[in-house]
Structure formats: C-alpha cells, structure tokens
T-cell receptor, first 115, second 115 residues
Framework: AQKVTQAQTEISVVEKEDVTLDCVYE???????LFWYKQPPSGELVFLIR??????QNEISGRYSWNFQKSTSSFNFTITASQVVDSAVYFC????????????FGKGTMLLVSP | SAVISQKPSRDICQRGTSLTIQCQVD?????MFWYRQQPGQSLTLIAT?????????ESGFVIDKFPISRPNLTFSTLTVSNMSPEDSSIYLC????????????FGSGTRLTVV
C-alpha cells in the first residue's frame, strides 16, 4: 500500500521568508509519480508539479523549487521569498505504476504567509 | 488538458435527503475518480468510475450511500444519499488525462453542508 506523509500541519511565515514543505512517501513500486497541489481557500486544486520516479533532477520554476531524493523517499517543496498569495493548503500526492492510477494524498500542510 | 464542469458548486441540504453531483468533461476519458475532502482534512478516494462497468469503491464507502453513474466517456454523477451532518465535505471529481501535464484534472469541487 502507498502512503504519503506531510508531517507539518501548519507553517506560518512572514512575507519574503523562504519556506520548505516536507513530503515523505512509501511505496514498493519502482515506477511511480509524485505531485504537489495547491488548494487556496476557494477550494479548487491547482497542479504545481509532477515528477516520475526515474527523474531525480531537482526542478525550479520561478519562486518554486522541488528536491526529489529517492534515497530518503522525500519530495520536498521550497517557496523562495514567500508572498501572501502563497497562503494555501499544499498537498503532496503519489500514484504508482506507469499508467494513471489513483492518487494517494498526504494530509496537507497549511501555509500562512503574513505581510 | 481536459476541462471539467462540476455542479453544483455548493449546496446546503437537509439531513435525510440526497444530492446528486454532476461532472461533465470536455473530452472522452476512460477513468474518472470521486474524492471526498472533509473539513480540514486531506482528499480521500471514494470510488473509481469507468464507463460501461460498475464503479469500484474504496474501503469505507458503499454503493448504497454513494451511488455513481458513468453513462458515457464524458459524464459521471455521484449521489450522496440519506445525508447526515457527517457528510458535510467538499466532493471533487477527477479524470486521468494523457494530455494533461499533470496527468489528472480536477473539477472545481462541490461544497456540501448538511444541516
């Protein structure tokens, strides 16, 4: 069975601080995908990134960066110079196999960025 | 990527009644998923709905409580039956899309309050 752990329930930072959201996953499959989604107060899920298990390259997209480490089964997400608009719940998720199986979500981390 | 129209966006219902949530996709998709997100919680998969076959329910969810229809490759409904306040949640549909960057597209969600 798959499992995704987001140990940080809530994080509060002041604008312009950097913040890292942790994600640890468990699976016996060698082929899998990892995701990060953002859920603002409006409730919709906003896709941020997908990473497959064979691509351990870190990724940077603007103020966002992701650190994928298979050795520690972690897929951490860093926001640089946080902004108030970054305030949301962030979910890490996992799907296994090469096809499109169901997503297993972590419990989410609520990020509060104050001015 | 696929675009999903999910209706209603929100509703307040009396206990004991039923609500049917609709998801219309702008392209044909094989797999559709229904998730529940209880207040302050993560997303939990209710069932997977493939066209032409009965939905596959996850542990803890039963067809009598959450009947699902999937009459064609672009449409699905989820009914929440005999509602109680514990059913107050956000319900989201999702599709697996081979053309979507993330592989999955989510509806905007239905925010249900049972009183």
């Amino acid at each position: 069975a798959q499992k995704v752990t987001q140990a940080q329930t809530e994080i509060s930072v002041v604008e312009k601080e950097d913040v890292t959201l942790d994600c640890v996953y468990e699976t016996r499959d060698t082929t899998y995908y990892l995701f990060w989604y953002k859920q603002p107060p409006s409730g919709e899920l906003v896709f941020l990134i997908r990473r497959n298990s064979f691509d351990e390259q870190n990724e940077i997209s603007g103020r966002y960066s992701w650190n994928f480490q298979k050795s520690t089964s972690s897929f951490n997400f860093t926001i640089t110079a946080s902004q108030v608009v970054d305030s949301a719940v962030y979910f890490c998720a996992l799907s296994v196999g090469s096809g499109y199986s169901t997503l297993t979500f972590g419990k989410g981390t609520m990020l509060l960025v104050s001015p | 990527s696929a675009v999903i129209s999910q209706k209603p966006s929100r509703d307040i219902c009396q206990r004991g009644t039923s609500l049917t949530i609709q998801c219309q996709v702008d392209s044909q998709v094989t797999m559709m998923f229904w998730y529940r997100q209880q207040p302050g919680q993560s997303l939990t998969l209710i069932a997977t709905a493939n066209q032409g076959s009965e939905a596959t329910y996850e542990s803890g969810f039963v067809i009598d409580k959450f009947p699902i229809s999937r009459p064609n490759l672009t449409f699905s409904t989820l009914t929440v039956s005999n509602m109680s306040p514990e059913d107050s949640s956000i319900y989201l549909c999702s599709v697996a899309s081979t053309t979507a960057l993330d592989g999955y597209t989510f509806g905007s969600g239905t925010r249900l309050t049972v009183v």
